[in-house]
């Protein structure tokens, strides 16, 4: 693999013949630029895993072009500063602007690769910091033990050992994400950046934007797709595209290059696609709110997240990771919750699957009623909701296709839920751990009006 792409600019042929030709036999990939319009072109084409930058050069010196570049957020990688006659406030100024070193002419060549090498090696270690923060995060981590579980994440790691794009379902809160971060952390991508969009929350209008990046008046600023760069890109919520995004992503999945907003050079596309929703995309093709075209070029490998009562097993040990790990990074107090408790929860139906469970978690340890989470108290918690089981509910019930069952327990829930908190959406939304934009459209399907009549 080649050990880093790096852009060296300086006014002088010579320099830069030189110092490309010693780092090119170290194996590095270099681009050379003699000024810095040329700089900014190459940057634009290409985002540089480091910069060698002369301070003194004809058009815009390198402090001001380090500036600028600063200035416009797109300093995120090393940049090395090389002067003949540096002064001090030359070197505080670049050091301030965020320059990694600074290598003096006539330039060595030990202290050339040194310092390059020593440069890589610290962004590679801050990139491996941030990673292994994001992964001590609960949401990187999938738990339990049942079969189901088990069988998720064996399919999981088989997918993660290819490069191939990945689609995957299940319901809201079931961990769709999770899945996506455990994939990329057991991939060949895995020390390259992971990235998440979540399309439903960005306007259609700044939608583009946000995916390709955007150059405006001499300002770059990378999107996604840029951002995640030879790691793993989610595009969560997919099929919240409008059709004119969906028209351009197709063409950049397909070209396997894309064009920033304002910007005219194409740019490679190296990363994984991983796209995630909760809608049955089949369904959203047929009715022509979603390219067919697109889907299939997504839907390379299906991967489906089961809901939280397909495992409701895991739910104990999902408990305790939860207590212990607010209990350590949000210096939450610990709890223990009884057995009583843990049998009612093991026997919910969790309409919100694995983040109204978070959450639920969350909300017991915050009111801290005691050493123990007792029954009593899980139950007022859920909203007297009672536990679910084959013999609750009517033998007509039992009968009927899933479909139909659930969405005749689903209007009943959500008819109970409304008819407590007197209509009260948010409320309800809080409580069954759902979007509220997702539960409005759910009670539209199943005909429940959220103002419940007054008796």
């Known amino acids: 693999m080649n050990p880093g792409y790096i852009l060296v600019v300086d006014d002088e042929p010579d320099i830069c013949r030189l110092v490309q030709e010693i780092l090119e036999d170290e194996h590095y990939k270099v681009v050379t630029a003699e000024n810095a319009g040329a700089a900014r072109d190459a940057f634009k084409k290409q985002r540089p895993d480091l910069v060698l930058l002369d301070i003194w050069m004809p058009d815009t010196d390198g402090i001001s072009l380090l500036r600028e570049w600063s200035d416009s957020g797109n300093l995120e990688i090393?940049?090395?500063?090389?002067?003949?006659?540096?002064?001090?406030?030359?070197?505080?100024?670049a050091t301030r602007l965020g320059a990694y070193d600074f290598i003096e002419k006539p330039l060595s060549t030990g202290k050339l690769l040194v310092t390059v090498e020593r440069a890589l090696e610290n962004d590679k270690l801050r990139r491996e910091n941030l990673r292994l923060r994001r992964q001590s995060e609960p949401a990187s981590t999938l738990i339990g033990k049942s079969p189901l579980m088990q069988q998720l994440r064996e399919d999981i790691e088989r997918i993660a050992a290819t490069d191939a794009w990945v689609l995957i379902t299940g319901e809201p809160g079931s961990g769709k994400a999770n899945a996506a971060r455990y994939l990329h952390a057991h991939s060949a991508r895995k020390n390259s950046p992971f990235v998440e969009v979540s399309l439903a929350a960005v306007s259609p209008a700044q939608l583009a934007a946000q995916l390709f990046g955007q150059e405006q008046r001499g300002t770059i600023n990378p999107g996604s797709f840029e951002q995640a760069v030879t790691g793993t890109l989610l595009l969560n919520e997919i099929s919240h595209l409008d059709s004119t995004t969906q028209a351009r992503l197709l063409d950049v999945l397909e070209q396997k290059r894309f064009t920033r907003v304002g910007g005219h050079e194409p740019i490679e596309l190296d990363v994984r696609i991983i796209a995630a929703s909760d809608k049955n995309l089949p369904t959203v093709v047929e009715e022509k709110t979603f390219r067919e075209d697109l889907y299939y070029l997504l839907n390379v490998v299906?991967?489906?997240?089961?809901?939280?009562?397909?495992?409701?097993?895991d739910v104990p040990e999902l408990?305790?990771?939860?207590?212990?790990?607010?209990?350590?990074?949000?210096?939450?107090?610990?709890?223990?919750?009884?057995?009583?408790?843990?049998?009612?929860?093991?026997?919910?139906?969790w309409p919100g699957n694995v983040r109204e469970l978070r959450n639920m978690v969350q909300r017991l340890l915050i009111l801290n009623r005691g050493e123990e989470v007792t029954e009593a108290e899980v139950e007022q918690t859920l909203g007297g909701s009672p536990p679910v089981s084959a013999e609750a509910y009517p033998p007509t019930l039992m009968e009927l296709p899933l479909r139909d069952a659930r969405d005749h327990f689903e209007k009943a829930y959500l008819e109970h839920h409304l008819k407590r908190t007197g209509g009260n959406v948010a409320e309800v939304a809080r409580l069954s751990g759902m979007e509220r934009t997702h539960l409005y459209r759910k009670l539209k399907q199943l005909g429940v009006n959220p103002k419940p009549p007054r008796e």
């Open 319 to 349: 408990i305790n990771f939860y207590v212990n790990w607010m209990a350590d990074n949000e210096h939450l107090p610990y709890r223990k919750f009884t057995t009583g408790a843990l049998n009612l929860l093991r026997n919910y139906s």
């Open 302 to 313: 299906p991967l489906r997240v089961p809901s939280l009562r397909e495992h409701h097993e």
């Open 78 to 93: 090393p940049v090395i500063m090389i002067s003949g006659h540096g002064t001090v406030e030359t070197a505080v100024e």
